[in-house]
């Protein structure tokens, strides 16, 4: 018997990791993957801000733990990932949302070590955590991996519409999240055998209230929806890829842009 759409999408008993959420695009897909019933652990650097997170989505009546955790260090990751397990005795799905720019230097005058940074929290803890995340999942035959990227993982961004006082996507944040777009293909590839759907999604300008005035304006008259994303536009996406409703989804990307994409 075929099922509903409303069983396809339960997550009811599923357990989730979501890295880099403490604030948000993290947040908003710890309260999809949580509205639908999973229990989600949320994990960063930022160790208090991921308990202060979850102590208030958790007064929401959502199952939140927040806990420490160094994407880029192989030992954290997996120290994360074998508490999980050992707490529930499954890991369901993987958000791997943790990442940032870290430049905002004129790309001749860069320092090669904020290249570096860019790749190693962006890049480097994709494959982390991913990689850890598959090896948890491949016992169990199945399991939702979601990475994420950017419009510029495949696109430029045009530096003459961005003022000095945003923090740009520059080049080495591009060229990791390029990285991360075709790490997830290949994940996509080597996991596939195993039932485990490894897929990105690619948002837009989604600027945090910080931003001012005059770029916000920029970027919606960029934007052919003539809006900038909120973090809410990307909760419908991660359900879809995180439950049943998309288990014959692998290796692709989900552009969430307003259409920026387009021109």
Request: aromatic share 6%; hydrophobic share 35%.
């Given at each position: 018997?075929?099922?509903s759409?409303?069983?396809l999408f339960?997550?009811?008993?599923?357990?989730?990791?979501?890295?880099g959420?403490g604030?948000?695009?993290?947040t908003?897909?710890?309260?999809?993957l949580t509205?639908?019933?999973a229990?989600?652990?949320i994990?960063?650097?930022?160790?208090?801000?991921?308990?202060e997170?979850?102590e208030r989505?958790r007064?929401?009546?959502?199952?939140v733990?927040?806990?420490g955790?160094?994407?880029?260090?192989?030992?954290?990751v997996?120290e994360?990932?074998?508490?999980v397990?050992a707490?529930n005795?499954?890991?369901?799905?993987a958000?791997c949302?943790a990442?940032?720019s870290?430049?905002?230097?004129?790309?001749?005058?860069?320092d090669?070590d904020?290249?570096?940074r860019?790749?190693?929290v962006?890049?480097?803890?994709?494959?982390?955590?991913?990689?850890?995340a598959?090896?948890?999942?491949?016992p169990?035959?199945k399991?939702?991996?979601?990475?994420?990227?950017?419009?510029?993982a495949?696109?430029s961004m045009?530096?003459?519409?961005y003022?000095?006082?945003f923090?740009?996507s520059?080049?080495?944040?591009?060229?990791?999240?390029?990285?991360?777009?075709n790490?997830?293909?290949?994940?996509?590839a080597?996991?596939?055998?195993?039932?485990?759907?490894?897929n990105c999604?690619?948002?837009g300008?989604?600027p945090?209230?910080?931003?001012?005035r005059?770029?916000?304006?920029t970027?919606?008259?960029?934007?052919?929806?003539?809006?900038?994303?909120?973090?809410?536009?990307?909760?419908?996406t991660?359900?879809?890829?995180?439950?049943?409703?998309?288990?014959?989804?692998?290796?692709?990307?989900f552009?969430?842009d307003?259409?920026?994409s387009?021109?």
């Open positions: 018997m075929s099922r759409v409303q069983e339960d997550l009811h008993g599923r357990v989730a990791v979501v890295t959420g604030t948000h695009l993290g908003a897909f710890t309260e999809a509205d639908l019933g229990k989600v652990y994990a960063s650097r930022r160790k208090e801000l991921c308990e997170t979850a989505l007064a929401e009546g959502r199952n733990i927040g806990l955790c160094d994407v880029s260090d192989e030992n954290e997996d994360l990932i074998y508490r397990v707490e005795d499954r890991l369901d799905i958000v949302n990442g940032g870290f430049t905002n230097s004129y790309p001749p005058d860069a090669i904020e290249f570096r860019t790749l190693d962006n890049l480097t803890g994709t494959y982390i955590t991913a990689q850890s598959g090896r948890a999942m491949i169990a035959g399991g939702s991996i979601i990475t994420l990227g950017s419009i510029g495949t696109l045009d530096p003459r519409i003022n000095e006082n923090r740009r520059g080049p080495p944040y591009l060229a990791a999240k390029g990285g991360v777009l790490l997830t293909r290949a994940f996509a080597e996991f596939g055998e195993h039932g485990i759907t490894v999604i690619s948002p300008q989604i945090k209230d910080t931003v001012d005059d770029q916000v304006e970027f919606r008259n960029m934007i052919p929806l003539r809006r900038t994303g909120l973090s809410e536009d990307l909760k419908g991660v359900a879809l890829l995180a439950s049943d409703a998309g288990t014959w989804i692998t290796g692709q990307e552009r969430v307003g259409g920026w387009i021109w």
